[in-house]
């Protein structure tokens, strides 16, 4: 599905990965750990599209198609779906109204009509039950005043609603107290199946217990370093980054 | 065949005067606040670029058109051609004027325990005579020209009297079509409000040309809210693109009252908004917030002024203005906090985004502090939309131009919190919408 291929990306210059491959076949889970500063949150944001972000060398391709050319709408509209580790605040655009403009906009590009209203309604019901988020949350203005929980719950109540092919979850554990990660992880896991995949994006082990990898990458200094199994995700827990670093620098 | 010089307007003013005087109560003491005031006009004239408060805005092709100061017949229009520019969903009051001329068919006012009828009267029937020996021209400025102008011409206009304690059933909606029967006229309305004590009122105001010939308006109304008086005043500035518009707003207030002007900047050539608040007493709150969405060439000024003149107040000023094309925007937000005035809160803010290489926007806070113990804060931002706000939404599909459009839709729409009619609300939303190339109907 997702093919990464001796990635290069820099940031006004400044490399920030050196290399990178990986490959993501449909019905998977990929954690990709690492340090702060190793390259992860990049790696999400060129995977989605940011355009600070330069690609020096190498390919990211979704389905065998390259993205490099494509806008970020165009990738979503693809099925890539960022959730992001520090969402937005927009004042003046309810939850409601950002979701039903992002789903008919998705739509329009697939040569759709608009999703009739009673459809957009349920589905909106539906998708925030599974989050457990309350009605009166989706006519607050997206993100503005959320705590930091309330905006990772409405990252995948999100992510529900638009149904992707692959989905990166950057840092979506960081700010959840143990309650609401167990609902984000289950909404996450609601939305497993063998012809979708996932990244995980996480700095600790925590997470990978509710939402189980079938793989798990380390990223250090912009290069993956290391991987295997989810008992990688263990070990690293048990012995710190620096382990691999060491072993690294063998 | 006679050819006629074209006077410049000024002069024209100055001789249209007599004529007017042949045509009012000579004997009434509103006469001698006219005569006043003709004269300041006529030694200062109309405000020119070289004055700092008109650095921005000119004036100067307005006074070479030859307006018509009278209209020279009376004109009739058709409610189901006009209805569109009332606001028709809610039951209001309606003071409606025809090319400066009062309509009785489009207007509904009252004297049923609150005054909503026309300054004509107010002026001349005598039970009026105690409040507007009391009201009258005692908060506009006798020395600014173009308010003394209004002054000297001062005859219609909508008068609002709420008493004490009172509040009327419904809005006041105040609309001056224009009807194109003049190929350039100009008009003068004159609007006193007066709320007394625990008393309340929300008016609409709006002027309306109707076609692409010139007008030009230069109006002044005066509120006097009482203690404890709350008043909602909205301003819709959607006019034809062939009209120009100086609006000039008095504001006295009392302890503990609370005053909220919007103004809704979307058409006209050329706008002037002066709006000035005097704060005579405790605890009062003051709050002025504004739209501007502009493109082709139009021009926005406004020119607000806040007088902290007694201790504990408030003052809210909230202006966004998103600028395209060859348009041009002029913020200029004045506060003066008196030495006595402790404890001020004064905020003011202006933010903007420039759509063109083209547009222009001035922007300039003027404090004038003289309290110790105040918190004053200003802030004027000048820029594009925000990145990672754009990012953020295309990354949930939403394009480039539509994302744009939603981001501005919602920098706009933030100022409209604080309007306190829905029906109204709605309304300029969708106006905000429209013009933005948002698709609103997106309200579940």
């Not at chain 1, 990306?9 to 400044?14: H, I």
């Not at chain 1, 990738?75 to 039903?100: C, D, W």
């Not at chain 2, 029937?125 to 009391?134: A, M, S």
């Amino acid at each position: 599905m997702l093919e990464i291929k001796n990635l290069h990306a820099s940031v006004e210059d400044k490399k920030i990965l050196k290399g990178i491959n990986l490959e993501v076949k449909p019905g998977e889970v990929h954690a990709i750990m690492g340090p702060n500063g190793s390259g992860k949150s990049t790696l999400a944001s060129v995977i989605a599209g940011k355009e600070e972000f330069e690609i020096k060398k190498g390919s990211v391709s979704l389905e065998g198609e390259d993205l490099e050319e494509l806008a970020p709408e165009e990738r979503a509209h693809k099925g890539i779906f960022l959730s992001f580790q520090y969402p937005v605040e927009i004042p003046g655009v309810t939850v409601t109204n950002f979701m039903k403009t992002a789903i008919n906009e998705s739509r329009k590009a697939r040569g759709l009509e608009d999703m009739p209203a009673n459809q957009m309604l349920k589905l909106i019901r539906e998708k925030s039950e599974l989050l457990e988020i309350d009605r009166k949350f989706l006519s607050r203005s997206l993100n503005e005043g959320f705590s930091g929980g309330e905006k990772k719950r409405n990252e995948i109540f999100q992510m529900a609603m638009m149904e992707p092919k692959l989905a990166i979850l950057d840092e979506t554990d960081s700010g959840l107290d143990i309650d609401a990660l167990r609902i984000v992880a289950n909404g996450v896991n609601k939305l497993r199946g063998k012809d979708n995949a996932i990244i995980v994006i996480t700095h600790y082990q925590r997470l990978l217990e509710y939402i189980v990898p079938d793989f798990v990458h380390v990223l250090h200094d912009g290069k993956i370093v290391k991987s295997g199994s989810k008992e990688l995700a263990l070990e690293l827990e048990e012995k710190g980054y620096d382990w691999i670093k060491q072993e690294t620098v063998v | 065949m006679t050819t006629r010089k074209k006077m410049d307007l000024k002069d024209k003013l100055l001789s249209s005067f007599i004529a007017f005087e042949n045509n009012v109560d000579l004997d009434h003491p509103v006469h001698e606040v006219r005569s006043e005031a003709i004269k300041n006009f006529e030694t200062k004239g109309f405000p020119s670029k070289k004055e700092e408060a008109w650095k921005y805005t000119s004036l100067n092709n307005l006074q070479k058109v030859d307006f018509s100061i009278f209209p020279k017949q009376e004109a009739a229009l058709d409610y189901k051609e006009i209805k569109k520019y009332f606001l028709h969903e809610i039951d209001t009051y309606k003071i409606v004027f025809i090319d400066g001329v009062y309509s009785s068919y489009l207007s509904e006012t009252t004297h049923d325990g609150v005054d909503v009828c026309l300054l004509s009267a107010a002026l001349t029937k005598p039970q009026y005579k105690q409040i507007i020996d009391v009201y009258f021209n005692k908060v506009a400025s006798k020395d600014e020209s173009l308010t003394t102008l209004n002054t000297a011409f001062s005859r219609e206009g909508a008068y609002i009297y709420i008493p004490k304690n009172k509040a009327p059933r419904k809005p006041v909606q105040i609309i001056h079509f224009a009807t194109g029967n003049e190929a350039a006229l100009m008009l003068q309305p004159r609007n006193l409000i007066i709320v007394e004590e625990n008393a309340e009122v929300q008016v609409i105001e709006r002027h309306q040309s109707l076609t692409t010939n010139e007008v030009f308006t230069n109006s002044v109304t005066e509120i006097f809210a009482g203690k404890d008086a709350h008043v909602d005043y909205y301003k819709m500035q959607n006019d034809a693109k062939t009209a120009s518009l100086i609006d000039n707003t008095y504001i006295a207030q009392k302890d503990k009252s609370v005053v909220r002007v919007h103004t809704f900047s979307f058409g006209g050539k050329l706008t002037r908004n002066n709006l000035n608040f005097y704060q005579n007493g405790e605890r009062i709150d003051s709050t002025l917030k504004g739209v501007t969405i502009l493109g082709e060439k139009q021009h926005v000024d406004h020119h607000t002024l806040v007088h902290h003149a007694q201790p504990n107040c408030e003052s809210h000023q909230d202006y966004k203005g998103i600028f395209g094309e060859k348009s041009t925007g002029v913020f200029n937000g004045k506060i003066i906090v008196d030495q006595i005035a402790q404890k001020t809160n004064a905020f003011q803010q202006n933010n903007n985004i420039l759509l063109s290489d083209k547009a222009t926007i001035n922007t300039k806070p003027q404090l004038e502090i003289f309290a110790d113990d105040v918190k004053c804060s200003h802030g004027c931002t000048i820029g594009q939309l925000d990145e990672d706000a754009l990012f953020y939404l295309q990354s949930r599909g939403i394009p480039k131009k539509e994302a744009t459009a939603l981001l501005m839709y919602a920098f706009a729409n933030n100022v409209l919190e604080s309007v306190r009619i829905p029906e109204l609300k709605t309304r300029i939303n969708k106006i905000i919408a429209n013009t933005l190339g948002v698709r609103v109907g997106f309200d579940l």
